[in-house]
């Protein structure tokens, strides 16, 4: 079984999309997250990345960032929860503790722990959709004639993740495989044999880089690719989210405060970011399987 | 152009950290256009010189070299695989670290975009070498989702796209079918011909490799113990260590008819010359019918396969690999399954293990059943072998295996074979009532495996069999399969395509036949052993 994260190509208008015109469409959502902090925003933003998943084919991606997004959450959420003394709003009255003090748990606190999570969750799921679909050969070929040694590494890495998935796959197998009498095998002696083994393969990845040449010449001239079909969907999307949240943060149309009380206000501009969102997201998907 | 393509005088090489050196005064020289074979034992230094042919020895590994080294008219001792990397491609023993881009295309292409090649360049290379690998239908796939001998193909492809003057490929057969491997073999010496391509290939294999050969360089011990002309390698491999000679020259060597022909056309016209009729014949098919699989039916089950369909998923939707296959195996039978790069072999010993879900039919081995994957390390995960198998069943697993001295040891310190059993005791361990589960299956075990590995194998094979379990053996190593199998099940398409014993599927065919039996021309002998009885016998009776 390909590990969910693992690039496919796809028939889809992003599997077909440019790696720049992607990125961008992409990075935009991103951009959002960390531009704004009303909820109603992120969760928008977050339903145009998962839109944009879901139109590029990469379910399993969202699925399996979903999990592990929704862990971190509730971690930031309790930590924060615990950590943040700030808010009007005491939800609970916690112990006096020797060095912490008194813990009290406000509402406030929660809510901007809700937040963290729902933005760190937006750029897991982006980042999940960006690995499933976009071609990492293309995007390390941009890369590459602006930053060598960062290609270099990033190719490195981009060929690790699947070989160590692989092989975690395999040692997996293999802990099922063994008899009933031999020892189990638990997760820290799993993790120990799979970072032997990563050491090996990065090796070997490493020695196959060298072989092509990698470490010799100047690299060749990017190739210019041809400017895919679709793209222009992809660009238009992701200019109109770069534009209009520009346009909201300027006008100060989404304002957000999590302490000392929590203050939300959404303008119209507002609402019209959030309304505009999911709708960008889906709009180069339709377009480009119309075009197809 | 002519020349000398490598030129080492009296290297000597020894890894960081290792004991003794890997390689030892070799004295090699190989000019421009030849095709040579390096043959030998597993760690004779095989892989070693052809790493240093490419620069990775000692620019990349690191370690002491001495003597004086030279490829492609680069002096070694300065230039590293960087500087050799438009000249000279290797493809190494285990393709999956060796591909490094997502889609196959992007593969083929970077070491062409690395070079600086214009675009139209480029898309040609990559077109010639994806039609001349059969790969051109996978371009657009990811290199994640292909098989093992998919993967093979890319890599060599990869290796061959910038059209280098010198190829090194180590075992590059070892994950393909026979219709692969010689069709793979048939294109290097086109390659070698047409394109003038030096060609060193390190293999195990050699009755695949040896007619397409210039020449032959054996090592051993990392010296260099043979150097010469095919014909007179397996004449030295039969006076010094038959088993690095072919079956085809253990044949004629049993039948007291030396020298030993290096290519079944030669044997079969050897054959034709030696007796009136071709050896062909009658008495050689009635003489070999005699362990059928069939006299032993009705001795319960070991494995019971009913209509079993699985499905799998390699991020391109669900396809059928398994499809309404039936398979029954008693106690005691030792079963080669074989079947082209694709069939389902692996995937059925999974759906056996309970590793791939069943969509319909069911896989069962009622008194249990054990299974060793293609790598045996996957199974090997503490620094001691007693560590892995404690208790009683673990120690009896381990004497099962005749590992019961070695629970102190560390796995990474046992020889290949050792590692093998020690996995083979951890998938047993606790498995039945005795030490012993009733069906112990193997997925490609002989993987960079010598011949002499290989007999020692089928020997243990035989033990187990003894000893009461069923072994079932996925292997695309005719062969091997020919040494230790009674029954052979061919499979394609996710479907068993024969069932017979295997002297009835190993020979007559085209691939999926010893190399024996095609020099013999039919049904009947498999092994070099009984087809050197059989033409012992024959010669006897003519001269009566």
Redesign the interface.
Same mark, same amino acid.
């Given at each position: 079984?390909? !590990?969910a994260l %693992?690039?496919?190509?796809r028939r889809t208008p992003m599997g077909r999309a440019g790696a720049l015109a992607a990125s961008a469409y992409l990075g935009a959502f991103v951009a959002v997250a960390f531009a704004f902090s009303h909820p109603v925003v992120l969760a928008a933003d977050a339903l145009a990345v998962v839109l944009a998943g879901l139109l590029a084919g990469t379910g399993r991606a969202l699925a399996v960032s979903a999990r592990f997004a929704l862990w971190l959450g509730v971690l930031m959420i309790v930590t924060n929860a615990i950590a943040s003394q700030r808010g009007e709003t005491v939800l609970v009255r916690g112990p006096d503790l020797p060095v912490l003090g008194t813990v009290d748990v406000t509402a406030e606190a929660i809510a901007e722990g809700g937040i963290l999570a729902l933005r760190v969750a937006i750029v897991i799921a982006a980042f999940a959709v960006f690995t499933a679909a976009v071609?990492?050969?293309?995007v390390l070929?941009l890369l590459r004639p602006i930053a060598r040694r960062s290609a270099l590494t990033a %190719?490195l890495v981009? =060929?690790l993740v699947?070989?160590a998935a #692989?092989d975690h796959a *395999?040692?997996r197998?293999? #802990? #099922?495989? *063994?008899?009933? !009498?031999?020892?189990p095998?638990s997760r820290s002696?799993?993790v120990?044999?799979l970072v032997a083994g990563s050491l090996d =393969?990065s090796v070997?990845?490493?020695? !196959?880089?060298?072989?092509? $040449?990698? !470490?010799? %010449? #100047?690299? $060749? =001239?990017? =190739?210019?690719l041809p400017r895919s079909p679709v793209d222009a969907g992809f660009w238009f999307a992701a200019a109109a989210v770069w534009g209009l949240a520009a346009v909201c943060v300027g006008a100060g149309a989404v304002t957000y405060e999590s302490y000392p009380g929590i203050e939300l206000g959404l303008d119209p501009l507002g609402v019209a970011l959030v309304l505009a969102l999911p709708a960008l997201a889906a709009i180069p998907h339709l377009v480009g399987g119309a075009r197809r | 152009m002519s020349g000398t393509v490598v030129d080492f005088s009296r290297f000597s090489y020894r890894y960081p950290g290792a004991a003794a050196p890997s390689l030892r005064d070799v004295d090699l020289r190989v000019a421009d256009g030849e095709f040579v074979v390096l043959a030998g034992r597993s760690a004779a230094g095989k892989s070693t010189l052809l790493r240093a042919a490419c620069g990775l020895v000692p620019h990349f590994h690191g370690g002491e070299a001495a003597g004086s080294a030279s490829v492609c008219g680069l002096d070694l001792s300065e230039n590293g695989p960087a500087e050799l990397h438009g000249a000279v491609g290797l493809v190494a023993q285990d393709p999956e670290t060796q591909v490094v881009a997502a889609t196959v295309r992007g593969e083929l292409e970077l070491p062409l975009e690395i070079a600086g090649e214009p675009a139209a360049s480029r898309a040609r290379a990559v077109e010639e070498a994806s039609l001349a690998l059969g790969i051109a239908h996978l371009l657009g796939r990811s290199t994640q989702t292909l098989s093992g001998g998919e993967l093979q193909r890319v890599a060599l492809a990869s290796a061959l796209v910038g059209r280098p003057r010198l190829v090194l490929l180590d075992e590059p057969t070892s994950q393909l079918d026979p219709v692969a491997g010689d069709e793979l073999i048939g294109l290097l010496r086109r390659l070698n011909e047409e394109w003038g391509t030096t060609i060193i290939l390190a293999e195990h294999r050699l009755e695949r490799c040896l007619a397409a050969a210039d020449r032959v360089v054996a090592m051993a011990e990392g010296r260099i113990a043979f150097d010469g002309e095919p014909a007179a390698y397996l004449d030295w491999a039969l006076d010094s260590d038959a088993a690095l000679a072919t079956p085809l020259a253990r044949l004629f060597d049993g039948a007291g008819m030396r020298p030993a022909p290096v290519s079944v056309k030669v044997a079969r016209a050897r054959l034709a010359g030696a007796s009136s009729g071709s050896p062909a014949s009658a008495d050689l098919v009635a003489h070999s019918a005699s362990n059928s699989a069939l006299a032993r039916k009705g001795e319960g089950e070991a494995l019971r396969v009913k209509r079993l369909w699985v499905e799998l998923d390699h991020g391109e939707g669900p396809h059928e690999v398994i499809r309404d296959l039936s398979l029954r195996i008693e106690p005691g039978e030792v079963v080669a399954l074989m079947g082209r790069n694709g069939a389902g072999k692996s995937t059925l010993l999974r759906g056996i293990a309970g590793l791939a879900d069943a969509r319909k039919g069911k896989a069962d081995a009622p008194a249990g059943w054990a299974l060793v994957p293609q790598a045996p390390g996957d199974l090997l995960v503490r620094e001691q072998v007693g560590d892995e198998l404690p208790g009683p069943e673990g120690q009896a697993a381990l004497a099962a295996v005749g590992l019961a001295g070695a629970v102190d040891a560390d796995p990474r310190d046992l020889s290949g074979g050792e590692r093998q059993r020690l996995a083979l005791a951890i998938a047993m361990a606790g498995r039945a009532e005795g030490a012993m589960p009733g069906l112990i299956c193997l997925d490609e075990p002989t993987r960079g495996m010598d011949t002499a590995r290989k007999h020692e194998l089928a020997g243990r094979l035989a033990d187990l069999a003894r000893m009461g379990s069923a072994v079932l053996v996925a292997t695309h190593d005719v062969e091997f399969a020919a040494t230790f199998a009674e029954r052979v099940v061919l499979m394609g398409e996710g479907e068993v395509l024969a069932d017979g014993t295997a002297e009835e599927i190993l020979s007559g065919g085209w691939y999926f036949a010893t190399e024996v039996a095609r020099a013999l021309g039919a049904g009947g002998p498999i092994t070099p052993e009984r087809g050197a009885e059989l033409l012992r016998e024959r010669a006897a009776a003519g001269e009566r």
């Open positions: 079984m390909i !590990a %693992t690039y496919v190509p071609d990492p050969d293309r070929r %190719t981009v =060929r699947p070989l #692989a *395999r040692l197998d293999g #802990a #099922a495989l *063994r008899g009933p !009498a031999a020892a095998v002696s799993l120990r044999r =393969r070997d990845a490493a020695a !196959a880089l060298e072989l092509r $040449g990698y !470490a010799g %010449t #100047a690299p $060749g =001239r990017a =190739r210019k | -």
